[in-house]
């Protein structure tokens, strides 16, 4: 069913003619209810579904009301400031702690506290990469082998060359810088190749090396093996570059999921203009029509779609009034801005 | 089974690996050089008058254990209250590290289930408690043979080597339900405090004449009778171990666990 559909980033092709869907479009239309007859999907094709999962603690509501869909093969980022709800939700979807409202289910199987399902095919890193202080890298592995029946003894030496560890490899833990514990930690959630990783703030601690590094094995996981990743991260610059769709929580709910594809459309841009002449310039814009704003450092601000899409023609229009552009510039908002501006939308409902 | 005999190895690595077998070695050896010591200067008339007050002490230790089975049932009680502590501090350490250091998310999403994971735990505290207790034995009958204590015929080494080892294995079990302590209070702090706290009481209620029945006065119980116990107090000491065991698995499988 998923390689009728193929995935983007998924590294399967589709032939000539075929029509590939991508996850997300599978997933609004299953939230549609329009997949075409005979081409319905099942929960089988979804690594994670939440319906309406909550966690309270007393007062604090942790998590409220989130529905999330996952598709297999799609590397979901979970995107939120501190204290949003990232870790709770990685918890739940564990099975660490009990919903307080809703369900999750994770590769076809319903979250249970203490079940064993689907654990086998589960492969996680929650908060801080903790390991046995007194064992040795290796040894640390070996436990996580032991943990997982079914992993070969090969695993652990693998892993430890993948995750560029050979060094360090009977070191004990203890003695890791923080991006080599970091890289413990991501090579135990590896160990066993899942199905579905589940990583928090993978990124943490790492250099930006082994932030590239890290990248390329995720996207190499997704693409070349169909691992689903689930990841929760602060920085959405950073996963822009890597997921499919991101999730957006904030204070406790779910306020946006988003395409990557569609973060360019849906970020503001702007045309910014400099003459010799500012007041002159603006005049002549508002006479044509454009709705324009003198910024405190003195350009023009135009966000109209028309004077966007077409700065030529606002060129061509203050060069005739005599006023020509000395600067001409299509900007586009930052992503940290679009984060920002997304969260405080949301408190402003709210 | 595979899976508990992979778990029991990996809980055997992280003790063998840690600072456990120092400290559980040092207390174990301290307990009788100690009392040794103590019946050594009280053995030493001379000793004993320039140590004072010290020396003083050590004279009615010495008439506690002026021969072999006096000497052993003083072993035995040594394990009924010293022994717990460094058994306590064994089952502390085997638990609660996961919280200290912590791992223990990494234990709790894993296809072993937490049965297995929670009876190896079990089994290596009980196997380590139990080496512990052999080497305080072993070293009191070296020290006792070194001192040269009277009646030191092989019936009476045997039973009141017999004594020590019952009352290892009662103290063993009572110190089980100190595994909900460390997993409930998430660490060292509580089932320590804990060990403090009951200790007191089982001497408390040994005074008021209910040790018999308080689960950890009755190994204190079993070493001051000589082994004369009722069937009522073994089956207290094994229904202690068998609800501390059964409430560490049930917080395991059903408490949040969000740090």
Redesign the interface.
């Known amino acids: 069913m998923v390689a009728a559909y193929g995935f983007r980033h998924s590294g399967m092709h589709a032939a000539p003619g075929v029509h590939v869907m991508i996850a997300s479009d599978i997933i609004q239309m299953i939230q549609a209810d329009r997949l075409p007859a005979g081409r319905r999907i099942t929960t089988v094709n979804l690594a994670i579904e939440t319906q309406d999962l909550a966690k309270r ?1 007393r007062d604090v509501t942790a998590v409220a009301d989130l529905s999330l869909r996952v598709a297999e093969g799609e590397l979901y980022a979970f995107l939120g400031l501190n204290g949003a709800g990232k870790t ?1 939700t990685i ?1 739940l979807l ?5 919903p307080t409202a809703g369900c999750a289910r994770v590769l076809g199987t319903s979250v249970r ?2 079940s ?1 399902e689907p ?2 095919a ?1 492969g ?1 890193l ?3 990469p ?6 040795t890298v290796r ?1 640390n592995l ?3 082998r ?4 079914g992993t070969p003894r090969q695993a652990v030496s693998r892993f430890i060359e993948r995750l560029g560890l050979a060094a360090d490899a009977d070191r004990r833990a203890a003695t890791l810088s923080q991006g080599n514990a970091q890289r413990l930690g991501l090579a ?1 959630a590896l160990l066993h190749e899942p199905r579905l990783l589940v990583l928090d703030e993978p990124a943490n601690g790492l250099d930006p090396a082994g932030i590239v590094e890290i990248r390329a094995l995720l996207l190499e996981l997704t693409r070349k093996q169909g691992v689903t990743v689930f990841m929760s991260s602060h920085i959405l610059a950073e996963v822009a570059r890597l997921a499919t769709r991101i999730g957006i929580i904030h204070k406790a709910h779910l306020i946006r999921e988003i395409d990557v594809e569609d973060l360019e459309r849906d970020r503001r841009r702007r045309l910014l203009v400099r003459t010799r002449d500012m007041e002159a310039a603006c005049r002549v814009l508002a006479a044509a029509g454009q709705p324009v704003e003198m910024l405190p450092d003195g350009a023009l601000e135009l966000r109209n779609a028309a004077a966007i899409a077409s700065p030529d023609d606002i060129a061509l229009l203050l060069a005739d009034a005599g006023v020509p552009p000395t600067h001409l510039v299509v900007e586009e908002e930052e992503l940290e801005q679009y984060f920002l501006r997304l969260v405080g939308a949301k408190e402003d409902v709210t | 089974m595979r899976a508990l005999a992979d778990m029991i190895w990996v809980e055997m690595r992280k003790a063998v690996c840690s600072r456990l077998p120092l400290f559980t070695a040092a207390g174990s050896l301290f307990l009788p050089l100690g009392i040794a010591l103590l019946i050594f200067i009280a053995q030493n008339p001379e000793s004993s008058r320039k140590l004072g007050l010290v020396g003083a002490k050590a004279n009615l230790l010495a008439y506690a254990a002026m021969d072999w089975p006096a000497y052993l049932v003083l072993t035995a009680q040594m394990i009924a209250a010293g022994g717990f502590f460094l058994f306590c501090l064994i089952i502390s350490w085997v638990f609660g590290r996961e919280f200290v250091d912590g791992t223990l998310k990494d234990l709790l999403a894993v296809p072993v289930p937490r049965a297995s994971i929670l009876l190896a735990k079990f089994v290596v505290t009980g196997a380590w408690s139990a080496v512990v207790a052999a080497v305080i034995l072993i070293a009191s009958l070296l020290m006792g043979a070194l001192l040269g204590l009277p009646q030191g015929l092989p019936g009476v080494l045997l039973q009141g080597s017999a004594l020590v080892a019952v009352t290892s294995c009662l103290v063993i079990l009572v110190v089980m339900p100190f595994a909900f302590f460390a997993s409930a209070g998430r660490g060292y702090l509580l089932p320590l405090g804990m060990a403090v706290l009951v200790l007191i009481a089982a001497n408390l209620v040994a005074i008021l004449g209910w040790g018999a029945y308080f689960p950890w006065a009755v190994p204190g119980f079993y070493a001051q009778n000589q082994g004369d116990l009722a069937l009522a107090s073994y089956l207290i000491a094994v229904l202690t171990a068998v609800a501390g065991m059964f409430a560490t698995y049930l917080w395991w499988q059903r408490a949040d666990q969000s740090r």
């Open positions: 603690y709770t918890r564990l099975g660490m702690i009990k506290m203490g064993r654990r086998a589960v996680y929650v908060e801080m903790h390991s046995y202080p007194e064992l040894e070996e436990v996580a032991r943990l997982h029946p135990k």
